[in-house]
């Protein structure tokens, strides 16, 4: 306990007599969560790819700027040193085993013991707490020990005590217990020269180059010494003696003038090759332990710290740095000024000032911050006023001087103060306060407070331009204050917003390049004092981004800071063509919501105000600084399988991996051990014969492709830093295999097969042919019997058909003859009634001339007339039979046409028959009735009927039979 307390008063009174720098680099904590291994890493370094390796309580592990991975030893073991040989392997030492990581066929490091060549009786050994490489020989130390190998041979030195191993101007020293310093000479261990002035219980912890011939030599409890040639030098100064005091463990070169010391009980100190402190950096300033048991410093001039639970990185030759006013309080920042050389920077806490000195970079500067006596809480602005230093607080305005505060105006908060007048002093100042704008007279070095003010609304963002004040508050709108007024309340009038520019946040005004510019949602706009209103900015909006505009300030240089969505940038002027530079290492660190500032005080120094203290930025080395992009493809594994890592990032394949089919997705992870810069740094993408083109730059640093088709593809990979600048394409080509069934061996397999299955299909179709034929012949047999009968079945059809066509002939014959009858019988009906009307008009004719003749018989028999005279002759021949019997013969002839020789055929059939007899068939053949018929015969009826009874005598015809039927049918039936 009485040790602990005096540890802690010494560190309490060593910070007494120490003051660190101003600024303090960015430092990365990577804590065993992190890196998923033991806490304590008691070496590092780095290969010629950029990847840093540790040794690890657990093994050896690997950082790549994304990716940790950890090699384990065959029995488990931790790794207590480790270094990168000139041949590329990474040799370590282990407890009692030695060795070395190569990348093997896959590209990932695989590790070969070197204990099989060490002699059977030199085995038995310890920790190896040093691995040196010199030229093309390793030597590993332990307590004990010595061991060196050259061309595959291990050479053994035994002693009771190896405490140390180093080089010094390319000789190997070490300390041997009761032998003093020795150096290696020509293949044995020799006195080194001049030694006696070293301590011989001196444990020296690291020996470390300087400029020319000299090196610096570190004890644990001795001092610090300088090795000059083969001369031992007492390096003391009052730094180096309390830096002593902390248990310095090991050191590395930064660069030609400084050098970083660890220590077990206070962490780092960077000193210059005076042995003056330049900075210090411990747990209070980020470091997640004092106890520091390695450091390294890597090719890009930053520190690596191997700590006693973890490993910090400590981006040294960044040129961000982080200022800390209050320490580990860690307050917001607000405002900062230098004023009469002196830095005084407003937190949320309170004003804190330090003392500046003549240097370029104010970082550097070692000073110390005090809290200057005044009000408490927010401190919203720090400025130059008439040659006095103001403050705005959330109590009011205040004047600071003599490292105290002195309160001007209680009245409210205060957001800043701006000068109505271009001659210093200015008479008048004006204030933006809580409740909107306040103006102070200046007279005899005072600020006078004749409550002259024009009260509306918070006025934070204030421009002055001429007689006009311009007032944003972000979402109530802008207002208009004329100046000059004499009045006690200078009027102000709301800004018509007749042309909607606007936005309903985020309306903030700011007076750059002349100009009072108006920024929010909706772009940049800018008075025309012409028009009296705002227009878009043409030149603004050329060289600013296309994104909304929460701060902008203009340097002396006339480039123009700006923050958008806590993003720092700055429009470079500087140049021909305007470039836009932006600061990624800070995006979502500095303040936000409306608070943000940004104090340009020269190219060198621009303060940034931080969630946490200030950041300082040199300006000039940020822009200038331009390296390499280093690119790296650090894993490719298969999806979803266990051990699946087919490239281990460790060469370039040159020829393709074959993968199977079943494993066609995978995994690629890429990185860029660019370590200062992990914030800035995008990836873009590309597998050739499967992406369009290269991806979108993007922070992801991994990708997946699955189920990818066989065949032979190659995965691109690029970085970018926020410059713009790209680095070179890496790649990796691999092949998908196609799967077993896809295969040439598969393919001859089914060639083999086909050819089989066209044999026995072959053999199958000659089988079947031939049973074909046999059966062929059969049915031919079986055929032409059939064909023979179908032969017999076609003639015999043949025959009916022939029977059956001749019917139908004479069918058609019979129905033609039909036709032709009822035809005839038409033509015959037409005759008849022809007939029937001409007889009809010879029994009216008939009638007529018998009731003529009558006539003129009954004259003949009244009158007086001369009844022999010629004339009454001539009448009676006229009216005589003659003329009817001539009728009658012509009717007879055409009768017979008409009804085919009716009257021939039925004098033949019945000859007897009388010329009266056939007149009377041939009127009943008429259908004329008994009356008609007795007209035309000119009897009578009685007569007729007479005639009719004859008839059906002398033609046999019996009772039942209707005469004229039999008439009417007797043509037809002797046709």
């Given amino acids: 306990m009485r040790k602990l307390l005096l540890a802690i008063c010494c560190f309490r009174v060593f910070i007494g007599h120490t003051q660190n720098t101003i600024g303090l680099p960015e430092i990365i904590n990577y804590p065993k969560q992190i890196y998923n291994a033991g806490t304590q890493n008691w070496k590092l370094a780095q290969d010629k790819k950029g990847i840093v390796y540790a040794a690890n309580d657990e093994g050896l592990l690997s950082f790549d700027g994304s990716f940790w991975k950890k090699y384990t030893l065959p029995g488990g073991t931790g790794v207590r040193s480790l270094a990168v040989g000139n041949d590329g392997r990474i040799y370590i030492g282990s407890q009692g085993e030695i060795g070395y990581f190569e990348p093997g066929k896959n590209g990932r490091l695989q590790y070969r013991s070197l204990n099989d060549l ?71 261990w020799v006195p080194f020269s001049k030694a006696n002035y070293f301590p011989e219980k001196a444990e020296i912890t690291a020996i470390v180059p300087l400029q020319g011939d000299s090196s610096l030599l570190l004890t644990k409890h001795h001092g610090s010494y300088i090795l000059h040639g083969e001369d031992i030098i007492p390096f003391e100064t009052p730094d180096m003696r309390l830096i002593n005091e902390k248990n310095p463990y090991s050191a590395a070169v930064i660069n030609q003038n400084q050098i970083a010391i660890i220590t077990n009980l206070a962490g780092c100190f960077i000193i210059n090759d005076k042995g003056e402190l330049v900075q210090r950096l411990s747990k209070l300033d980020g470091l997640q332990s004092n106890n520091i048991l390695s450091v390294f410093v890597d090719g890009k001039k930053n520190i690596w710290l191997g700590l006693d639970n973890g490993i910090d990185f400590i981006a040294y030759n960044n040129a961000i740095k982080h200022i800390y006013p ?34 370029k970079d104010m970082g550097f500067i070692k000073s ?104 944003a508050h972000p979402y109530k709108g802008l207002y208009k204050i004329i100046l000059n007024t004499g009045a006690a309340k200078p009027p102000y009038t709301v800004y018509k917003d007749t042309k909607g520019i606007l936005s309903s946040n985020n309306n903030h005004i700011f007076k750059i390049k002349s100009r009072v510019v108006l920024t929010n949602d909706k772009g940049i706009f800018e008075y025309n004092a012409r028009t009296d209103d705002f227009e878009p900015s043409a030149f603004l909006q050329r060289i600013l981004p296309k994104v909304p505009i929460r701060y902008l300030r203009e340097d002396n240089n006339g480039n123009i800071w700006f923050v958008h969505d806590r993003h720092l940038g700055v429009a470079d002027l500087s140049e021909k063509q305007p470039q836009i530079i932006y600061f990624p290492e800070l995006n979502n660190k500095i303040t936000g919501n409306g608070l943000e500032f940004v104090y340009p005080y020269d190219s060198s120094n621009v303060f940034i105000a931080a969630e946490e203290g200030f950041y300082l930025i040199n300006y000039n080395q940020y822009k200038q600084f331009r390296e390499d992009i280093p690119i790296q493809i650090s894993d490719v594994r298969i999806v979803n399988k266990r051990d699946s890592t087919i490239f281990g990032g460790y060469f370039n394949n040159e020829e393709a991996p074959k993968i199977q089919y079943a494993w066609n997705s995978i995994h690629f992870d890429y990185s860029s051990p660019l370590y200062g810069k992990q914030s800035s740094i995008e990836f873009s993408y590309y597998l050739e014969d499967f992406d369009n083109g290269w991806s979108v730059w993007t922070k992801k640093n991994e990708k997946d492709y699955t189920y990818l088709s066989p065949g032979t593809y190659t995965f691109k990979v690029k970085a970018r830093t926020h410059e713009g600048r790209e680095s070179v394409v890496v790649s990796y080509k691999f092949t998908i295999l196609a799967p077993w069934y896809r295969s040439r061996w598969a393919y001859f397999f089914y060639t083999l097969l086909s050819i089989l299955f066209i044999y026995a299909i072959y053999k199958w179709q000659m089988k079947k042919f031939i049973l074909q034929q046999q059966r062929h012949d059969q049915e031919r047999q079986r055929m032409a019997y059939l064909h023979q009968l179908e032969i017999e079945k076609h003639q015999e059809e043949q025959k009916q058909l022939t029977y059956l066509h001749q019917l139908e002939l004479e069918r058609n014959e019979k129905e033609i003859i039909r036709l032709q009858n009822e035809k005839l019988q038409s033509e015959i009906q037409v005759k008849n009634n022809e007939l029937a009307s001409t007889t009809f008009n010879l029994v009216q004719k008939g009638e007529m001339l018998m009731k003529v003749k009558e ?61 009266s007899d056939l007149k009377l068939c041939a009127y009943l053949r008429l259908n004329l009735t008994s009356k008609e018929i007795a007209q035309i015969m000119n009897i009578t009826i009685k007569g007729v009927e007479l005639g009719r009874h004859r008839l059906r005598k002398k033609l046999g015809i019996q009772p039942e039979v209707n005469l004229v039927n039999f008439l009417l049918n007797f043509h037809t039936e002797t046709n």
Avoid: C
Wanted: charged fraction near 20%; proline fraction near 4%.
């Fill in 326 to 359: 209050d320490y580990q309080e860690h307050s917001s920042g607000k405002a900062a000024v230098i004023f009469k050389n002196d830095l005084y920077i407003g937190t949320s806490n309170g004003v804190y000032a330090a003392s500046l000195a003549e240097q």
């Fill in 368 to 471: 110390k911050f005090e809290l200057i006596p005044g009000p408490k809480g927010q401190v919203w602005n720090l400025s130059e006023l008439n040659g006095q230093l103001v403050m705005g607080h959330n109590d009011g305005f205040f004047v600071i001087e003599n490292k105290t505060s002195r309160k001007i105006d209680s009245s409210s908060g205060f957001w800043t103060f701006l000068p109505l007048s271009n001659v210093t002093p200015s008479p008048i100042v004006m204030a933006g306060t809580y409740n909107g704008l306040n103006f102070y007279s200046f007279t005899n070095g005072k600020f006078n407070n004749p409550e002259v003010h024009t009260h509306f609304e918070s006025a934070r963002f204030v421009a002055v331009d001429n007689d006009i004040a311009w007032a």
């Fill in 118 to 188: 060490i002699p059977e009786n030199e085995k038995d050994f310890t920790d190896i707490w040093d691995v040196v490489p010199v030229g093309n020989e390793v030597f590993f130390r332990s307590y004990r020990k010595i061991f060196q190998l050259q061309n595959d041979k291990i050479t053994v030195f035994g002693n009771p005590a190896w405490s140390f191993l180093g080089l010094h101007q390319n000789k190997l020293i070490s300390k041997a217990w009761q032998k003093g310093l020795l150096q290696f000479k020509n293949g044995t």
């Fill in 855 to 915: 006539e003129f018989v009954r004259m003949k028999k009244s009158s007086e007339i001369d009844k022999e005279t010629d004339d009454y002759k001539k009448i009676l021949r006229m009216l005589g039979d003659d003329k009817m019997k001539r009728n009658w013969e012509q009717f007879a002839v055409h009768f017979d046409k008409v009804h085919s020789n009716f009257l021939v055929s039925l004098k033949s059939t019945y000859p007897y028959l009388t010329a």
